[in-house]
C-alpha cells in the first residue's frame, strides 16, 4: 500500500476510535401498528454483489398521464450499511424504461423520527434527475436492521403517446454486511424543507425576487457529514445556516441544467483529513433559506421549492429518538405519505395536475 494512502487509512482510524457514531437504540414505538392492508414493497439480497433490490408494486401507466402510487411496506432483509443506490423502471417483462418516468420515490421508516421534526424519517429518496449517489464505503455507511420496516411510495409520468403495463419502481442498494470493521462511521439521512413542517414540498411562486425559508433544531447532537439541495427554475442559490450563531454553514447555486433536464446543486462534502463534519446542537435554531428570481413576470403554480438534506452523524452516546404515533404532526404527515386511500394509485392526465416533487 502507498505510504500516503497508509497515512489516511491511520487518521481516519484514529477518528474512528475517538469518535465513532453508533447511536444507542432505544425501544420502538410504533413496531406494532398493523400495516398488513397495503401492498407490499419487496426487498431482496443479492449476497454475491452485496446489494438490495427494494422494489414496488407494478402499476399501470397510461399515455399522457400521471400515476400517484400509494404507499407499500416492506421490511429489510439484512443487517448491514448502505452506501450507494440507484433508481431503475422496469416494464412487465422485466426491460429497462428510461428514468424520466420516474417523478420520484421515497422511502421512510414509521418507526424513528426526523432529525429536525417529529415525523417518520426519511431513508431514501430519488427522481428523474438524481442518478447514482455514492460515497466512499470505507467511510461511511446508514445502517439497515434486518425486519427493520419501511413505508415507500412513487410518482411517474408518462409524456408520450405509447401505454406501458406491470411497470415497477425499484432502487438497487449497494451495502457492507454487518461485521466488518467498515464503514468507519455509521450515519442516518436527514432534510429540512422551507415547506416545512408537513405536506406538499412546492409553492406558488411569486414575480421577481423572492424568497421562503424555516427553522428547527435537531433532536440529537452530532455532525452533519454531506449537504446538498434540491430547488426548481429560477432559483439563484440555497442556503444553510446556524440561526443562532448567525453564520451560514453552506449555500449551494444551481448548475445551468441542460434543455428538458431540472436544475442540480452541487452536493457538499464538510469532511476532510483535518475534520470530521459541522457540528449541530439541539440548543441551536437551523434556517434553511431558498432565494428565487422569476422572470416571468407572473406567478408559477407549484413552481417552487427548497430542501437541504444529506448525512448526519450522531454523537457517539447519542439516543436516536422514536416516534410518537400520537403526535399531530406525525400524524398529518403520515396521511400525506400514504397517498390515495384505499388505492393502489391515482391516474391523472398530465394536463390536470401540477407537477409535484
Not at 11 to 32: E, N
Given at each position: 500500500?502507498?505510504?500516503?494512502?497508509?497515512?489516511?487509512?491511520?487518521?481516519?482510524?484514529?477518528?474512528?476510535?475517538?469518535?465513532?457514531?453508533?447511536?444507542?437504540?432505544?425501544?420502538?414505538?410504533?413496531?406494532?401498528?398493523?400495516?398488513?392492508?397495503?401492498?407490499?414493497?419487496?426487498?431482496?439480497?443479492?449476497?454475491?454483489?452485496?446489494e438490495l433490490i427494494m422494489e414496488l408494486p407494478a402499476v399501470d401507466l397510461p399515455?399522457?398521464?400521471?400515476?400517484?402510487?400509494?404507499?407499500?411496506?416492506?421490511?429489510?432483509?439484512?443487517?448491514?450499511?448502505?452506501?450507494?443506490?440507484?433508481?431503475?423502471?422496469?416494464?412487465?417483462?422485466?426491460?429497462?424504461?428510461?428514468?424520466?418516468?420516474?417523478?420520484?420515490?421515497?422511502?421512510?421508516?414509521?418507526?424513528?423520527?426526523?432529525?429536525?421534526?417529529?415525523?417518520?424519517?426519511?431513508?431514501?429518496?430519488?427522481?428523474?434527475?438524481?442518478?447514482?449517489?455514492?460515497?466512499?464505503?470505507?467511510?461511511?455507511?446508514?445502517?439497515?436492521?434486518?425486519?427493520?420496516?419501511?413505508?415507500?411510495?412513487?410518482?411517474?409520468?408518462?409524456?408520450?403517446?405509447?401505454?406501458?403495463?406491470?411497470?415497477?419502481?425499484?432502487?438497487?442498494?449497494s451495502y457492507v454486511p454487518e461485521k466488518r470493521p467498515w464503514p468507519l462511521f455509521?450515519?442516518?439521512?436527514?432534510?429540512?424543507?422551507?415547506?416545512?413542517?408537513?405536506?406538499?414540498?412546492?409553492?406558488?411562486?411569486?414575480?421577481?425576487?423572492?424568497?421562503?425559508?424555516?427553522?428547527?433544531?435537531?433532536?440529537?447532537?452530532?455532525?452533519?457529514?454531506?449537504?446538498?439541495?434540491?430547488?426548481?427554475?429560477?432559483?439563484?442559490?440555497?442556503?444553510?445556516?446556524?440561526?443562532?450563531?448567525?453564520?451560514?454553514?453552506?449555500?449551494?447555486?444551481?448548475?445551468?441544467?441542460?434543455?428538458?433536464?431540472?436544475?442540480?446543486?452541487?452536493?457538499?462534502?464538510?469532511?476532510?483529513?483535518?475534520?470530521?463534519?459541522?457540528?449541530?446542537?439541539?440548543?441551536?435554531?437551523?434556517?434553511?433559506?431558498?432565494?428565487?428570481?422569476?422572470?416571468?413576470?407572473?406567478?408559477?403554480p407549484d413552481g417552487g421549492m427548497g430542501v437541504v438534506g444529506g448525512l448526519f452523524?450522531?454523537?457517539?452516546?447519542?439516543?436516536?429518538?422514536?416516534?410518537?404515533?400520537?403526535?399531530?404532526?406525525?400524524?398529518?404527515?403520515?396521511?400525506?405519505?400514504?397517498?390515495?386511500?384505499?388505492?393502489?394509485?391515482?391516474?391523472?392526465?398530465?394536463?390536470?395536475?401540477?407537477?409535484?416533487?
Amino acid at each position: 500500500m502507498p505510504s500516503r494512502l497508509l497515512v489516511i487509512v491511520a487518521a481516519l482510524r484514529l477518528a474512528a476510535s475517538v469518535y465513532t457514531a453508533r447511536a444507542v437504540p432505544i425501544p420502538r414505538a410504533d413496531s406494532s401498528r398493523d400495516w398488513s392492508a397495503l401492498e407490499r414493497t419487496t426487498i431482496s439480497k443479492d449476497p454475491q454483489r452485496n446489494e438490495l433490490i427494494m422494489e414496488l408494486p407494478a402499476v399501470d401507466l397510461p399515455a399522457g398521464t400521471m400515476v400517484d402510487q400509494a404507499a407499500s411496506v416492506g421490511e429489510f432483509p439484512v443487517n448491514g450499511s448502505i452506501y450507494a443506490f440507484h433508481a431503475e423502471i422496469v416494464d412487465e417483462h422485466g426491460r429497462r424504461l428510461s428514468n424520466d418516468f420516474l417523478h420520484h420515490m421515497n422511502v421512510m421508516d414509521p418507526n424513528e423520527r426526523e432529525l429536525f421534526l417529529p415525523i417518520s424519517r426519511r431513508i431514501l429518496a430519488s427522481g428523474s434527475e438524481t442518478g447514482e449517489i455514492r460515497f466512499p464505503w470505507l467511510l461511511f455507511g446508514a445502517r439497515v436492521r434486518a425486519g427493520e420496516r419501511i413505508l415507500a411510495n412513487a410518482m411517474l409520468h408518462n409524456s408520450t403517446m405509447m401505454s406501458y403495463h406491470g411497470v415497477r419502481v425499484r432502487l438497487v442498494l449497494s451495502y457492507v454486511p454487518e461485521k466488518r470493521p467498515w464503514p468507519l462511521f455509521s450515519v442516518l439521512p436527514w432534510q429540512l424543507d422551507v415547506a416545512f413542517p408537513v405536506g406538499d414540498k412546492t409553492f406558488d411562486l411569486p414575480a421577481g425576487h423572492s424568497e421562503r425559508a424555516y427553522e428547527g433544531s435537531p433532536a440529537v447532537p452530532g455532525k452533519l457529514i454531506v449537504i446538498g439541495g434540491h430547488v426548481h427554475d429560477y432559483a439563484t442559490t440555497i442556503e444553510f445556516w446556524d440561526a443562532t450563531a448567525g453564520k451560514m454553514l453552506w449555500h449551494g447555486e444551481p448548475a445551468a441544467p441542460t434543455p428538458g433536464q431540472p436544475a442540480s446543486v452541487p452536493m457538499g462534502k464538510l469532511y476532510s483529513l483535518m475534520r470530521i463534519g459541522v457540528s449541530v446542537l439541539p440548543s441551536h435554531r437551523y434556517r434553511v433559506r431558498v432565494i428565487y428570481d422569476n422572470p416571468t413576470g407572473h406567478t408559477i403554480p407549484d413552481g417552487g421549492m427548497g430542501v437541504v438534506g444529506g448525512l448526519f452523524m450522531p454523537d457517539r452516546k447519542a439516543a436516536w429518538p422514536s416516534t410518537n404515533p400520537d403526535d399531530s404532526l406525525y400524524q398529518k404527515d403520515l396521511r400525506h405519505f400514504m397517498g390515495p386511500v384505499e388505492q393502489v394509485a391515482v391516474t391523472v392526465p398530465l394536463e390536470h395536475m401540477h407537477m409535484d416533487h
